[in-house]
Each structure stands twice: as C-alpha cells, then as structure tokens.
C-alpha cells in the first residue's frame, strides 16, 4: 500500500492490486431496464449512441413536440396493440414513420402516422379517393398497422426483422435473408441498404429519448389543440377550412387533428366532420346565416384570407405571368373577371384576389428598399424588368401609386433583392 509521510513525499510501503469499476454507461445502463421489460430488442450497442446523442442535441425540438402530441397519438396506438397482444413499444415507431403527423406524406408516397404505401394501404383495407385518404384516419390506419405487424411476425418471428420488413418490405427482407443465410438482423445489418439498416437503432434510440427526456432537460411542448367534447356535423355544402375556422372560432390544428382523413382543406357536400361540442352547438344554432355566410366568402363578397386589388395590364403582359405573380391560377383570374379567352389589352383592369401573407411578404420586404430617380422614357414595366423578382404591383403598392404615369424626377422606392 502507499502512503504520504510528513513531506507529502508518497512512499511506498506495499503493492496492491487495486481494481475500479468501469464508469456506468447511462444509455446502456437505462435502456436494459426498458429491455428487461421489453419482447423488443431494446439493448445498447454502438450503432445507437450517436442518434440518441442527436435526439439529445440539433434533435432535440423533435422531441420536445413528441412529447406534447403523444397523448393525442398513444392511448389510440396502445389500445389497438393490446387487441392485437402485440408489444406496447411499437406505439414509437409511429415517431420514427410520420413524426405523429397523420397527414405527413413521404417523397414516394407513403402517408399517414404508419407510412402506407398506396397499394398496401388498399390491401390492408384503407380507402382513397380524391377527397379522402383512410390511411391518414388515426383509428383506421392504426389497426391496419397492428394487422400488418401480425402478419410480418408470423413470417419472421423475431421483432428486429418485423421492423426491417415494414421498413424495407418483407419480398427484399427475405432476399436477404436467403442471401446471407441469417435470421439474425444484426449478421444482415452491414447487408442491408442504409435506411433498413439504421431503421432498427433508431426505433431504439426512439425508445430511449420518449423514455428519458426529462433527465436530460428536454421539456414539453404542448400542441395548439384543444379537442375536450367533441361531436359530429353533417356538412350541406362545400366549405374551406378556412371557412369553417372564421364560423367555429376553431383553430386549424384542431380541425385537421380531429378530422386528419380529408387529404385538401376543402369539405365537401356531405361531410361528416369530428368537432368540439359547443362548435357543433353554435354552427347548428345559426345554421341558416352560416350557410349565408359560406355563400358569400365563396362568391367574394366577403374576405377572409385575401385583399382585392386591380391590375391594370401592361405591355407584354398575359395570364400566365399575372397568376404567377399573384399566386393564383389562370383559371381563377378568368372566372372573377368573367373572361371568355385568354386575350388582353394594354390597360385592361383586372380584379385579383391576393393572399394576405403574399401582400405580407410583400411589406416586409420594404424594410430593406432602394431609391430610383424616374428618368424620361421610364416605365413601371420596364423599371420592373430590371430587378429579379420585383412586378409593377409590388412598386404601386411599395410607393401608394394609383397611376401608372411617371414623372421624370420623381423618387420612387424599390426593394433591395
């Protein structure tokens, strides 16, 4: 052993042989208890680290909003697997699939909390057509994911290649599985294509974050949704979401959380939309001057989300380029001005309903503007041609003109591009 004398000076006296514990691996450490507890493979291994410490870091927001919309998600997705035996754990693949949004939608094509492929979709019961889409119905795409999962278990009976089969398909799953003579998915792992391969560490890492996220300082934050008692109402005509949200004082995440199915926000005749109760009450209280009132925004009597302007046409002009400036559509400029071609006169008027965060942009880009001396010959058009991005309606409205003329001398403000 060794010990100081009075010099500080260490002396040593005997040899022992001291033996330190390796310090904990808290990851490990706390995913053994949920593995304890788990049918699932929940263990740690290297390929797990580093996407719960991306969880934890430029992640980690993710995870915060998880966190509040869970309990929307969670009671649905436990109820349905406990009907089916099958493990709680599988309610966070719903995370890794769609971030618990119904209505996320993957470059291929894939939609809904579960990620559906159209034609599995179809084959696991769940309907689309052109205004609805049963694979963004929670209930509905939920237990079709839970017949899923039951269906790949008894093809492979181990949980890590149930995974890798809904993330790769069970056809390519099994080729490798041929292929490498292995059932086990961590001897498949540096054979399968990226995304499969990391499919199962990130449903643990998943695990792991839902699990833990208060011990490391990540808090909740709760989504714009306010459901309580809710009801149904039969729609008899068309509305905007838009619409309805301006009748009902009912925010859009509330009405696209309690009716996820609609693929536009658009309802048509017939609909039968989930809302809260005393929306349902108040609509069906003043329902004949609510149907007036849908009328009226639908005919442009009354603006909610736009403003009126007139454009005056200028040389060179045609409707292609006018819509895509305003952000409309052809066919929409020719129906509020009841067109019957696609013909313009220099100075005709035409009536445009622009929208507001259009008109928006437009004013906070005036924050950051130019001057320019008109000079003789100057256009507004051919001012405008000069500068990327900018349209003579964006100089009338940056500098109040209600004329086109222009007077040789005169400052005007242009917006820095």
Partial sequence: MSIANADNRLVITDTVSLEIDKPLNIYEERLELLNINSPMD???????????????????????????????????????????ELPLELKYLAIVESALNPKARSGSGATGLWQFMYLTGKQYGLQVTSYMDERQDPYKATEAACVYFCKLYDLFGD???????????PGYLQK???????????E?????????????????AVNYVMNYSDKHGILIQSPEI????????????????????????????????????YKKEIYPKGSVLVLPFFAVNDFLNNEESNYIF???????????????????????DYLGRIAKEYGVHVYEIKQWNNLRTTDLDIGDKLVVYVKKNLKLETEASQQLKNEYVIQKGDTLWGIAQKYKGLSVWKIKSLNNLESDNLKPGTKIILPTT
């Fill in 188 to 204: 498949l792992y540096p054979h399968l294509r990226k995304e499969t391969r990391n499919y199962i560490p990130t449903f643990i």
């Fill in 226 to 261: 306010n459901v309580g008692e809710i009801d149904t109402l039969t729609l008899k005509k068309q509305v905007e979401i838009k619409t309805l949200m301006e009748i009902l004082c009912v925010n859009k995440a509330t009405i696209n959380y309690l009716n996820p199915s």
């Fill in 294 to 316: 849908i009328d009226a925004v639908d005919n442009k009597e009354i603006l909610i989300d736009e403003d009126r302007i007139v454009y005056s046409v200028q040389k060179g």
């Fill in 42 to 84: 929940l263990s740690y291994n290297e390929k797990v680290e580093p996407i719960i410490e991306s969880y934890l870091g430029k992640n980690k927001n993710l995870i915060s909003r998880m966190q509040g919309v869970k309990d929307l998600y969670f009671p649905l997705f436990e109820q349905q697997l406990d009907k089916y």
């Fill in 159 to 169: 949980w890590n290649l149930v995974l890798a089969a809904y993330n790769g398909g």
């Fill in 176 to 186: 490798k599985i041929n292929s490498v003579g292995s059932y086990n998915f961590w």
